[in-house]
């Protein structure tokens, strides 16, 4: 699947100088992204087995042909003081299986499926989907005032449940399952591109994500698995822009039990703080930029931000 100007699609090292992009070599969109990594090996006694399933944000791609630690080494031992290295006092075996491009009924199908073994292993599994459900959703619309492919973010929310099932009907006791949504990663060039009278590009392409990110956290919900708002992280800013009283990523955040109907109103209703990842403004008014090079995946703060948001979640079991 193919974003108008972008060759790798997605939506999502022990080194510590993770903000260097490693070069991978160049092929096809779809681009297998299977990875190991390993930290603590010698240290502790006991080995905690992480996987994570996705597309290209736990992937770590920043671009063509480009790809850095993800989320999932931040939140298992890159970002140490709540890692869960630290926090049960394990080494990790990291085991990425991702593909980028994938949407949620291909990562179950074609990525799920073929690697029961590690999901069965798995002490931690963490999920990110939809990126490209969304990209197809968008696709029909990017530069002709035509309907929304609302079948995309159904498959979506269906997809995320099939993967979800199955990892909860093979997993062993008490492996802990994380889920995370997506963030919007071209805010402004959105905001700027008309195609349909005065309406703006973000306007027509929002109401969708929003949909898909709802389906996403409460799929997980419904099934006791915690998720792990990326899109308040990422879009919003950690303080209070608009002087309501409401730390803006608060104001934006998903609420457990929340429905689709008020949580898209109240997100469509504060769109105007909704900010491009580029000028992501932290809890202490620095602004910074989480956003990779392709203007689509996170670069590296922004995966050390995701992974900490992970953290956050706790390291409870799911089953």
Not at 89 to 98: K, T
Not at 242 to 248: A, E
Request: proline share 4%.
């Amino acid at each position: 699947m193919k974003s108008k100007n972008l060759l790798i699609v997605a939506l999502a090292t022990s080194a510590a100088t993770a903000s260097v992009c490693s070069r991978v070599a160049q092929a096809d969109p779809l681009i297998a992204a299977d990875r190991d990594f390993k930290a603590g090996q010698g240290e502790y006694a006991q080995t905690w087995v992480s996987v994570h399933l996705g597309d290209s944000m736990v992937a770590g791609y920043c671009g063509f042909g480009c790809q850095q630690p993800s989320y999932a080494d931040y939140m298992t031992y890159l970002s140490p003081e709540n890692s869960a290295m630290n926090y049960a006092r394990v080494a990790i075996d990291g085991r990425i299986r991702a593909q980028s491009g994938f949407t949620a009924s291909e990562i179950y199908l074609k990525t799920v499926l073929q690697h029961l073994d590690d999901v069965r292993a798995a002490d931690i599994v963490t999920l990110d989907a939809c990126g490209n459900d969304y990209l197809i959703s968008r696709a029909p619309k990017e530069n002709a005032c035509v309907p929304t492919n609302e079948i995309a973010i159904q498959k979506c929310a269906d997809g995320v449940a099939n993967i979800l099932d199955k990892v909860l009907e093979v997993g062993k006791p008490g492996v802990r399952v994380r889920v995370t949504n997506i963030h919007y990663p071209v805010v402004t060039k959105d905001r700027a591109k008309k195609v349909c009278d005065s309406e703006s590009n973000f306007d027509r392409f929002l109401p969708s994500l929003v949909e898909g990110n709802w389906y996403t956290c409460e799929v997980a919900r419904q099934r006791g698995i915690p998720c792990a708002d990326t899109f308040a992280l990422v879009n919003a800013a950690d303080i209070d822009t608009n002087g309501d009283g409401i730390v803006d990523s608060e104001q934006l955040a998903w609420i457990p039990g929340e429905s689709l109907e008020s949580y898209k109103e109240r997100i469509l209703s504060h769109k105007d703080l909704i900010r491009d990842p580029e000028a992501k403004i932290l809890a202490d008014g620095s602004v910074v930029n989480i956003i990779g090079p392709d203007h689509l995946h996170l670069n590296a703060l922004g995966h050390k931000l995701v992974g900490e948001l992970h953290q956050k979640l706790g390291w409870d079991s799911t089953k």
